[in-house]
């Protein structure tokens, strides 16, 4: 009988997230007999208790909002770039029990965008300035961004991501949300806001044809922000294509073994489909 392993992603909301689906069906196309992947609704303040409580069939977590913060707080140790963004999608259970934090929504950000055509020297413009701006911060330095400025609608929220900057050793720049549309003229421009929010930009924006737009949303798809930027002919990478690259990350780290890649994102493609 094969041993039984646990991995779950834990958030609030939870419901719609799609990664028990590319999970489990890496999982069936590498062969692990045994292992499941769940959801588990859980906020930020719940996530230390949680984690405490799970026994040793636990192999990993993935965490996503509201607790990134949080799962890096509870790791024994973590990787450079969970604690140069101060935060974790990702922990992983050592052998003797402890937790082991990283980020691999970084890893993924430099991937997505660098098929996207992504180069050295672009200018970036982040929407957002919570932990997936972290996380787009450090993708920026890894990608050798030129100029690199957050819009937030706080300002207080651009000075929090500071010391993010200086630990990446970033140039960072804020601005007012009430000037979002106009800095959205940059080479890539990445929104990180939740649902709704970037919405009004839509109509807003003057579209250069050659700009990226990285929405981190999927649902729905495509927002109002991406189908606008679609149509002025500039490049799109979505949510999706985050979540995948993020979970391949995780799945192998969870496991120990090469992703099956191909057969997770066939999965994805048809669970959007149905």
């Avoid at 050295?120 to 890894?142: F, I, K, N, S």
């Avoid at 609608?153 to 601005?175: F, I, T």
Wanted: glycine residues 10%.
């Amino acid at each position: 009988m094969a041993l039984r392993r646990r991995a779950a992603v834990l958030g609030k909301p939870i419901a719609h997230s799609l990664s028990p689906v590319i999970h489990t069906a890496g999982y069936e196309a590498a062969g692990l007999a045994g292992w499941s992947y769940t959801r588990i609704e859980c906020a930020a303040a719940e996530l230390p208790d949680l984690v405490a409580g799970l026994g040793p069939e636990w192999a990993g977590l993935s965490v996503t909002m509201p607790g990134k913060e949080a799962a890096l707080a509870v790791a024994a140790e973590a990787s450079p770039v969970a604690l140069a963004v101060g935060a974790a999608n990702t922990l992983v259970r050592r052998p003797d029990g402890s937790w082991y934090a990283d980020n691999t929504d970084v890893a993924g950000m430099v991937e997505v965008l660098t098929g996207a055509g992504v180069r050295p020297g672009a200018t970036l413009t982040v929407l957002g300035a919570g932990a997936t701006a972290r996380a787009a911060l450090a993708a920026a330095a890894r990608l050798a961004a030129g100029r690199v400025i957050v819009v937030a609608r706080r300002a207080d929220a651009v000075d929090d991501l500071r010391p993010v900057a200086d630990a990446l050793d970033l140039a960072l720049s804020g601005a007012d949300w009430s000037d979002a549309a106009r800095y959205a003229g940059a080479d890539v421009v990445v929104s990180t806001v939740p649902k709704g929010v970037a919405d009004p930009l839509a109509g807003a924006v003057a579209w250069r044809p050659g700009t990226v737009l990285f929405d981190a949303l999927y649902d729905p798809w495509p927002t109002p922000l991406a189908a606008a930027a679609d149509a002025a002919g500039c490049r799109i990478v979505s949510g999706l294509d985050l979540l995948l690259a993020q979970a391949v990350g995780q799945f192998e780290q969870f496991t120990g073994v090469a992703a099956p890649r191909a057969a997770m994102a066939a999965a994805l493609a048809a669970a959007r489909t149905d």
